[in-house]
Every structure is written in structure tokens, then in C-alpha cells.
């Protein structure tokens, strides 16, 4: 089974600094990565997904996060935040397609980072 | 294009009542969730379905909640009776399956419950 720690509930910054959001993920096999935001009173909305590939991978609203197989990290970042970005954060993970069974699609989210920012 | 429709967005019931939210995916989305997101955590997969068949229901506890999506479009999600551990935010979220590496969920407003 996979799971997901996310190691900061909250996260306070001031405007215009950059911030990190952690995340820490366990599984014996290969999983797809992925950063969703959440707006109070609204759905999640996805922000960046790593599948293959480079482990730099951008996201929407100038968010990057880096995917680092050794450490089974994949912590998001901004050089420089917005009040608009105060949010709650999730990380999830999920099986790729081929591994077969009824896991694949299924999404297992962290506990939640809450970022606010502040002027 | 229209997102996910979920209704009501906001339900209080009272401890042993039946209660039932309703979902609507975006349209050609063949793949269809239900979450539960409890305070302060993250949403934890309820059922999925794939079509009309439910294809995961592992973690959807049956013998209070039931969940059905006759035509393969829309999906109801009940829960008879509602105990007051139930009050929570049940999201919905629809995907495509086009065969893609992998199919991104679009996620509803949710229906936040709260059980008296």
C-alpha cells in the first residue's frame, strides 16, 4: 500500500517570500506523484503531476516541485508567493496503469498543508 | 465546459436520518469517484466506478452507505442512517479513460454534511 506525509500542517509566510511545502511518500513500487490545491469552500484543483521523466516538473500559478526517488520526496515550491495562494495543499500518489488490479486511479492524499500568506 | 455538478452543497441532518448527495460528471467522463474528506485531512477514495460497475468499493462502509450510478452518466451516494462521525465533505471527481499514461480527476465543490 502507498501512503503520504505531509510533515507541515501549517505553513505561515509573508507575501512576496518564497516557501516550501514538504512531502514525504512510501511505496514498493513505482507511483505517480501529484500537488492539488484547495481554495476554501471549492473542490481541488490539480497544480503539477510528475508521471516519468525530468524530476523538475512546473506546475500552474508558478509552482515547481522536484521529485527525488532516493529521499521519496516530492516537495513543492514558489520563489515568490501571492496572497491569493493562501490555500490548503495536498499531495497524493497513485499506482501507474500498469500495475494492474482496481488501484489504479485510486488517489491517496496527504494529511493537508494550510499556507496562508500574509502582507 | 461545465465542471462537476454536485448538489446540495450543504446538508444538516440529524443523527439516524437518511441523507443523499448527488453528482454529476463532466460529460464523455467514463470514470467516476467518490471521496470522503474528513476535517483537517485528506479525501480518502469511498467507491469507483467505471462506467455503471462499481470497480473499487473497498472502502465504502456497507451497511450504512450505498452508492449507485444506473445509466453510467450520474452518480447518488446514501447514507442510512447518518451517525454523527459521518460530518464531512463527500467530493466527486470524473475522469476520461483514453488509454492516456494516466487520466486526470476533476473534482466537484463537494456537499459538506453535518449530522446533529
Known amino acids: 500500500a502507498q501512503s503520504v506525509t505531509q510533515l507541515d500542517s501549517q505553513v505561515p509566510v509573508f507575501e512576496e517570500a518564497p516557501v516550501e511545502l514538504r512531502c514525504n511518500y512510501s511505496?514498493?513500487?513505482?507511483?505517480?506523484l501529484f500537488w492539488y490545491v484547495q481554495y476554501p469552500n471549492q473542490g481541488l484543483q490539480l497544480l503539477l503531476k510528475?508521471?516519468?521523466?525530468?524530476?523538475l516538473v512546473k506546475g500552474i500559478n508558478g509552482f515547481e516541485a522536484e521529485f527525488n526517488k532516493s529521499q521519496t520526496s516530492f516537495h513543492l515550491r514558489k520563489p515568490s508567493v501571492h496572497i491569493s495562494d493562501t490555500a490548503e495543499y495536498f499531495c497524493?500518489?497513485?499506482?501507474?496503469?500498469?500495475?494492474?488490479?482496481?488501484?489504479?486511479?485510486?488517489?491517496?492524499f496527504g494529511q493537508g498543508t494550510i499556507l496562508t500568506v500574509h502582507p | 465546459e461545465a465542471g462537476v455538478v454536485q448538489s446540495p452543497r450543504y446538508k444538516i441532518i440529524e443523527k439516524k436520518q437518511p441523507v443523499a448527495f448527488w453528482c454529476n460528471p463532466i460529460s464523455g467522463h467514463n470514470t467516476l469517484y467518490w471521496y470522503l474528506q474528513n476535517l483537517g485531512q485528506g479525501p480518502e477514495l469511498l467507491i469507483r466506478y467505471e462506467n455503471e460497475e462499481a470497480v473499487d468499493d473497498s472502502q465504502l462502509p456497507k451497511d450504512r452507505f450505498s452508492a449507485e450510478r444506473l445509466k453510467g452518466v450520474d452518480s447518488t451516494l446514501k447514507i442510512q442512517p447518518a451517525e454523527l462521525g459521518d460530518s464531512a465533505v463527500y467530493l466527486c471527481?470524473?475522469?476520461?479513460?483514453?488509454?492516456?499514461?494516466?487520466?486526470?480527476?476533476?473534482f466537484g465543490p463537494g456537499t459538506r454534511l453535518t449530522v446533529l
Open positions: 471527481a470524473s475522469s476520461s479513460n483514453l488509454g492516456q499514461v494516466y487520466n486526470e480527476q476533476f
Open positions: 497524493a500518489v497513485t499506482l501507474p496503469s500498469n500495475a494492474g488490479g482496481t488501484s489504479y486511479g485510486k488517489l491517496t
Open positions: 511505496s514498493s513500487v513505482s507511483v505517480y
Open positions: 510528475y508521471l516519468s521523466g525530468s524530476t
